[in-house]
């Protein structure tokens, strides 16, 4: 369920990153003329003819490598391979095919899945080259050349790209559904709180930490709304990521938290925030999703006058930069508090796809401006003309000042709060955007 995803593959140095980078429109990937540049897989969600995929990038495959980095960037390419719908095979049409590029093809054939074989570096306009023919040797049907680098071909890969991608999933176009995915360390109950929410044993339930190997989808509808549920496999420290399964869930439940639209962070009352919690919180902030804290297993904490507040304290100190996202206390066992969830989780995704017109923002920023006045260096004061909004999930705003460098993070933090303070924003990351223009353009 959700985006169909692509992964593309190829020996390293064959210009997998540059192809990467020019789909999705941003600078994600690493760049460099040095093989194995790339080690971890990078994700990022691309569209083409209006239909959205998640587009993969992996390290270069040396089939018969014995470097350990090597063998390890070929076990994160293995497992981008195993979770595709769709593979992108790239070889460097410079270099010809080579005997790594044949294990490779025999490798990914296994797969049964849709392959498109890419030839990269194809730079020259015209009728394509002699030596595009020798790629027909790898049995994957006929190569598409293409130059990342010149942009040469790369709509007509899209193309075949568009047309291998599996029918359309119920929820990949629903509007009305909000996805929610639950993050958290093993075995904090993540499984249990779907168990409770959806009334049946959907989803493994068990005492030894990593039992959910994947994330899996549970749709659900009650008075509130439409939900699908995405229970993750909990995300470990990388020093204790040593299966190829736990890594392959790692990289799902990354994944589950691009394509939700809020994200409940759970965790364990007994053990309060820990370092691996503030790794996981800090990749949905990062990807701008609304964000619940969920403190699970509240009925077995030993409590006292002000417990509560003490340890809400707590958890906020510890997780600072995500003062705005609401905390809800219950136990998955008990269902003590679980209705309340519906609610945080509507009023989430609705502030976090939030839009606020020019007109009111501005008066905010004015009044803003008149409270505290903007900084000033060596006596020149920073001039803030307007803000806009410049999109959405989470609220992204555009400020546009006579000089970029005397807008300081501490003023930056200020409108926002002042922003919040307006429009409430609970739940959703706030970013704002600084442009620089000039007087007379105003």
């Given amino acids: 369920m959700g985006k169909p995803i692509v992964a593309i ?24 003329d040095t093989p194995g540049v790339t080690r971890d897989r990078v994700y990022a969600d691309a569209n083409w003819r209006g239909r959205s995929f998640t587009l993969v990038d992996t390290g270069g495959i040396e089939p018969e490598s014995n470097d350990v980095i090597l063998s390890q960037m070929r076990e994160q390419a293995n497992l981008a391979i195993n979770m595709a719908d769709v593979i992108l095979f790239l070889t460097d049409i410079k270099q010809g095919v080579t005997s790594a590029d044949h294990d490779i093809a025999l490798m990914i054939r296994k797969s049964n899945k849709p392959i498109i074989l890419v030839c990269n570096k194809a730079d020259n306009y015209g009728k394509d080259p002699d030596e595009l023919y020798e790629f027909y040797n790898l049995g994957l049907g006929e190569p598409h050349r293409v130059s990342s680098v ?20 119920a929820d990949e176009d629903e509007t009305d559904v ?11 109950g993540k499984s249990s709180l779907v168990n409770k929410i959806l009334g049946e044993k959907r989803v493994i339930v068990s005492d030894i930490a990593g039992t959910t190997r994947d994330a899996i989808d549970s749709r659900f509808e009650n008075e509130h709304g439409k939900y699908i549920f995405i229970d993750t496999a909990g995300i470990r420290k990388k020093n204790k990521v040593s299966e190829n399964l736990e890594r392959y869930s790692v990289m799902r439940s990354l994944l589950a938290v691009e394509r939700a639209d809020v994200c409940i962070l759970m965790l364990d009352a007994n053990e309060g925030v820990t370092e691996q919690d ?72 609705s502030q976090n796809a939030m839009r606020v017109s020019t007109s ?64 409430g924003l609970t739940g959703t990351p706030v970013r704002m955007i600084v ?3 000039r007087e007379k353009d105003v």
């Avoid at 609304?290 to 006058?305: A, L, M, R």
């Avoid at 003490?310 to 609401?326: E, G, I, R």
């Avoid at 803000?387 to 400020?399: A, E, R």
């Fill in 150 to 169: 010149n942009a040469i071909g790369i709509g007509d890969v899209l193309d075949v790209i568009y047309e291998s991608l599996p029918p359309k999933s």
């Fill in 435 to 437: 442009r620089e223009k």
């Fill in 9 to 32: 593959v190829g020996r390293p140095n064959v210009g997998k990153s540059t192809f990467f980078n020019y789909v999705v429109g941003k600078r994600i990937s690493i760049v460099e």
């Fill in 278 to 349: 503030a790794k996981i919180a800090g990749e949905a902030h990062e990807a701008g999703k609304g964000i619940i804290i969920v403190v699970n297993k509240w009925d077995e904490y030993e409590k006292e006058n002000g417990t509560l507040e003490k340890y809400k304290k707590d958890v906020y100190n510890k997780l600072a930069y995500l003062s705005y996202a609401p905390m809800l206390f219950i136990s998955a066992k008990t269902g003590q508090r679980v209705n309340k969830l519906f609610e945080l989780i509507n009023s989430v995704a």
């Fill in 178 to 188: 909000i996805k929610v995915a639950i993050i958290g360390k093993p075995n904090v």
């Fill in 360 to 423: 009111v923002l501005n008066q905010v920023l004015n009044e803003a401006i008149a409270i505290v006045q903007p900084p000033t260096d060596k006596g020149r004061r920073l001039r803030i003309f307007y803000m806009t909004q410049g999109s959405t999930k989470p609220p992204t705003f555009i400020v546009f000042v006579n000089d970029k460098k005397l807008f300081h993070f501490s003023y930056e933090r200020y409108l926002i709060n002042q922003i919040r303070k307006e429009f």
